[in-house]
């Protein structure tokens, strides 16, 4: 019953930015880790960013400097804003949340289409 509402994705040429959210509803544990992953075309999914209840984040090299994760406690919402976008950004992206009780159990959204034109 906990379900992951992605949006914010779109068609914007190289340098532009988006800002993609993910609410959050049902039962989550309250220490939990938001992420954000995506899925190229012809590639596996890949971690871009995660963070942690607390606020500590995580990214993945190649976006590091461009993107920004952040997240909402109170709204249950995480978000990426994504600035100096470039064609390889081009993936579905997928936003996660994961906490432990026990077991890890996670959740996934639906992904959203980001393409970025060079």
């Known amino acids: 019953q906990v379900q992951l509402v992605e949006s914010g994705g779109g068609l914007v040429q190289a340098g532009g930015s988006l800002r993609l959210s993910c609410v959050v509803s049902?039962?989550?544990?309250?220490?939990?880790?938001m992420g954000w992953y995506r899925q190229a075309p012809g590639k596996q999914r890949e971690l871009v960013a995660t963070?942690?209840?607390?606020?500590?984040?995580n990214y993945v090299d190649s976006v590091k400097g461009r993107f920004t994760i952040s997240r909402d406690n109170a709204k249950n919402t995480v978000y990426l804003q994504m600035n100096s976008l470039k064609p390889e950004d081009t993936a579905v992206y997928y936003c996660?949340?994961?906490?432990?009780?026990?077991?890890?159990?996670?959740?996934w959204g639906q992904g959203t289409l980001v393409t970025v034109s060079s």
């Open positions: 049902g039962s989550t544990f309250s220490r939990n880790t």
């Open positions: 996660n949340v994961r906490w432990y009780q026990g077991r890890y159990l996670e959740f």
């Open positions: 963070i942690t209840s607390s606020g500590i984040t």
